[in-house]
């Protein structure tokens, strides 16, 4: 039975992704973010983005990747990212989300809120290793564009349910965790 709903999730995953591709291509607006960041334990509030953000150090997890946003007000946006160092040294992770993207679209500075879906994948010898789980995000940001070219901060939390570690025993647990984010946009389109 886990198997057939694990392959009912995955089939509906990627057929959602395969939907998602398309939309971009009737989308009157584009554009593409290269960035890089941290993550850090945790669950995302005000009062921890704001000691994110104040407490980057050697304990923190270096995140960098890509984000392709369409649409208006509302559209969509695809994140692809690696992290060296996800939750120890010696874990690897690829995460990708496809999300709902809602944005004030003023000329130059865009507030922006976002949420949705995806997947995370581990790897390596180290105590983070899970192997390839969903996961759930939401945050937001702000994007600065004065032409073609601008830049993006962002903040999101991170869910993933369900995550089993082998440490001494098996334990089921979800792990929450925060990325605090800096890059630059380039826009296409209108």
């Known amino acids: 039975m886990h198997k057939l709903k694990s392959l009912l999730f995955r089939s509906a995953f990627a057929a959602a992704l395969v939907f998602s591709l398309i ?44 984000r392709f946003g369409h649409g208006g007000v509302i559209g969509g946006e695809h994140t692809l990212a690696y992290s060296g160092n996800f939750i120890d040294a010696d874990t690897k992770a690829f995460i ?49 564009l004065g032409g073609p070219v601008g830049v993006a901060f962002d903040i999101r939390g991170y869910s993933i349910p369900n995550t089993e570690f082998n440490v001494f025993a098996t334990e089921s647990q979800t792990i929450n965790f925060m990325e605090v984010s800096f890059g630059v946009v380039f826009k296409f389109g209108k």
């Open 96 to 144: 990708y989300n496809s999300n709902l993207r809602i944005q004030a679209k003023f000329p130059v500075v865009r507030p922006y809120g976002t949420a949705g879906l995806g997947l995370i994948y581990t790897s390596g010898s180290g105590v983070g290793v899970f192997g390839t789980r969903f996961a759930v995000n939401y945050g937001g940001g702000v994007k600065i």
């Open 23 to 66: 939309v971009p291509a009737r989308a009157a607006e584009m554009d593409l973010t290269a960035f890089g960041g941290i993550h850090q334990q945790g669950s995302l509030s005000l009062q921890n983005a704001q000691n994110a953000i104040q407490n980057i150090n050697s304990t923190t997890f270096a995140v960098i990747g890509a």
